[in-house]
């Protein structure tokens, strides 16, 4: 919808215009009426809302910005609420309810039934970012011993409380998971075929303390669509689906990149944290990396004298510790993607070396050859200034290459995440390296 129909929408409300209003809704799904109408100011958001039919109402709550859904459901009565949060999958709820104050969270439960009040209370317990936080527990679960016939009636029975109807889990009297059968399946079988016969076992299966990033792998890996979680005791107490992966997997790459920035993750869009809030999460890293800088000062101070006998020699500073720090960033980013795909462990450690020091030789000499051309040509420097730069160089970019692919792996091997080891780190590092190589081959060839 673009915005002249958002436009005609807000009038009909302001006229109380609501049959028109909401024939206007009536022609969109529920993730575009979320859209749609979560923009609007508070009161014709409530407005909007209220002219959702029930059963889809819940779907659109689901699709909304969280932070309007803290502002639409404490701007609805008690029982429009409770109704909202009856028909919500537990895992969306419980989402909803780890961003609300307690005071707010403890009068909605209030108005849910006991159950569900016991099942959004179950999850709230588990750690943040473990399988349990992200489970739902209303599945399709089928006892060991039932029929197909049995299961199709037990199915229908229950048909609006499951997430997905991809799988039916099996269990036995205990709840204990013992496998899995497909709607396929359950539907090209005769009636009266146990369960217990086209049943399959369950290859993967997660624990409710999983961290969540091992799940989503496992999602990656074999194509699943769904996932059961057990407890402890390996009984069935819920499922994970694709859906929820998909938020995982943005969230963990978000996380990855501003740790690869030298910040300080956040769970808060870019747009709604606040200017101290920001600070917050970035100063630690600036202070950090700017103290470790002053290495670099104290480098170039001690090189003074040769400095100030060879004063063109300052000129290239800039470019060989930027031409280092790119270097560096580049192997680096290679190394931490592959290592967060589980493309490369620890024990290709010299395969990686190995890669990046034939990759650093062929960046090196390139890098050099074009340089000395520059320098020949255009500064008019001497060929001993020249040969200087270009040593330099081609040792730095080795350098930062082999730091660059290395550090991330040996960071991931003690258990640190690798993306800390990116490009600040490694640039200021480099930094450092590459002016005392440039000193040593200026004191050698030089003779100062």
């Not at 659109?60 to 910005?65: C, T, Y």
């Not at 769904?226 to 069935?236: A, F, I, S």
Request: net charge negative.
């Amino acid at each position: 919808m673009d915005n002249k129909n958002k436009e005609e929408f807000e009038e009909l409300l302001s006229n109380k215009k609501l049959v028109e209003a909401k024939n206007i809704l009536k022609e969109m799904n529920e993730v575009d009426i979320a859209e749609f109408i979560e923009d609007l100011e508070k009161e014709k958001l409530v407005q909007a809302f209220r002219l959702l039919p029930k059963s889809i109402a819940s779907d659109v709550f689901a699709n909304m910005d969280e932070d309007v859904q803290k502002n639409l459901i404490t701007s609805l009565t008690n029982n429009e609420a409770s109704s909202i949060i009856e028909d919500m999958f537990t895992d969306d709820a419980a989402d909803l309810f780890d961003e609300m104050p307690a005071t707010m969270v403890r009068k909605l439960l209030n108005g849910v039934s006991k159950e569900t009040r016991i099942q959004i209370n179950r999850l709230l317990k588990y750690p943040d970012n473990s399988a349990g936080s992200l489970m739902a527990m209303e599945y399709i679960h089928l006892k060991k011993g039932l029929t197909i016939k049995e299961s199709i009636e037990r199915i229908r029975k229950q048909k609006d409380e499951f997430v997905t109807y991809d799988s039916c889990f099996v269990t036995d009297k205990e709840r204990t998971l013992i496998g899995y059968v497909t709607i396929k399946d359950i539907l090209i079988n005769d009636p009266n075929t146990l369960i217990d016969d086209i049943m399959e076992e369950c290859e993967h299966k997660v624990n409710t303390l999983t961290d969540q990033e091992d799940v989503a792998q496992i999602f990656k890996d074999y194509d699943y669509s769904t996932l059961p979680v057990v407890d402890m005791e390996d009984r069935l107490v819920g499922v994970i689906t694709i859906d929820d992966i998909v938020d995982i997997i943005e969230e963990e790459a978000t996380e990855d990149i501003e740790k690869m920035a030298a910040i300080t993750p956040t769970d808060k869009p870019y747009m709604k944290t606040g200017v101290f809030e920001t600070w917050k999460k970035r100063i630690p890293w600036l202070l950090l990396l700017m103290i470790s800088a002053t290495f670099t000062g104290q480098i170039i101070t001690h090189f003074e004298d040769a400095l100030s006998s060879y004063v063109v020699l300052t000129a290239f500073i800039p470019m060989l510790m930027d031409s280092g720090g790119n270097a560096g960033s580049q192997a680096s980013v290679s190394v931490i993607r592959s290592l967060s795909l589980d493309e490369i462990e620890y024990k290709d450690s010299f395969k990686v070396l190995w890669k990046e020091f034939r990759v650093a030789i062929l960046c090196g000499l390139t890098l050099a050859l074009a340089n000395f051309a520059k320098l020949m040509l255009i500064d008019n420097v001497s060929m001993t200034i020249a040969l200087v730069v270009c040593l330099t160089l081609v040792v730095t970019i080795l350098i930062a290459k082999l730091i660059g692919s290395f550090l991330p792996i040996l960071a991931n091997k003690l258990g640190f995440d690798p993306a800390v080891m990116a490009s600040p780190f490694i640039t200021t590092l480099v930094d450092a390296t590459s002016l005392i190589i440039y000193f040593r081959f200026a004191s050698i060839l030089l003779g100062i």
